[in-house]
């Protein structure tokens, strides 16, 4: 049974950090390429930063520069951390894992950015 459990959200002023966390189960974690998605109240999901297993990491434009994704094979963890943080960050934020045709996600947990 796979599971992807994240944890670290809340509430935060403008400028603050955050640093999501992102445990995984019943997978060959060091495997799979690993993400964290994004979603605003209205909006549609978005990819917000992955990182393979060799540890190549991508990010959306909007992020460069505040957020660092990193993992630990050892831990089976993936982390998201947040710098500089902007209200037009608020959303779900989403665990994926993803190896060819093989997708999970987590049940996401909440980052509210505001004063």
């Known amino acids: 049974q796979v599971q992807l459990v994240e944890s670290g959200g809340g509430l935060v002023q403008p400028g603050g950090s955050l640093r999501l966390s992102c445990a995984a189960s019943?997978?060959?974690?060091?495997?799979?390429?690993m993400g964290w998605y994004r979603q605003a109240p209205g909006e549609q999901r978005e990819l917000v930063a992955r990182i393979t297993g060799g540890s190549t990491s991508t990010y959306a434009d909007s992020v460069k520069g505040r957020f660092t994704i990193s993992r630990d094979n050892v831990k089976n963890t993936v982390y998201l951390q947040m710098n500089s943080l902007k209200p037009e960050d608020t959303a779900v934020y989403y665990c994926n894992a993803r190896l060819f045709d093989l997708g999970y996600w987590g049940q996401g947990t909440q980052v509210t950015v505001s004063s």
């Open positions: 019943g997978i060959i974690f060091r495997l799979y390429t």
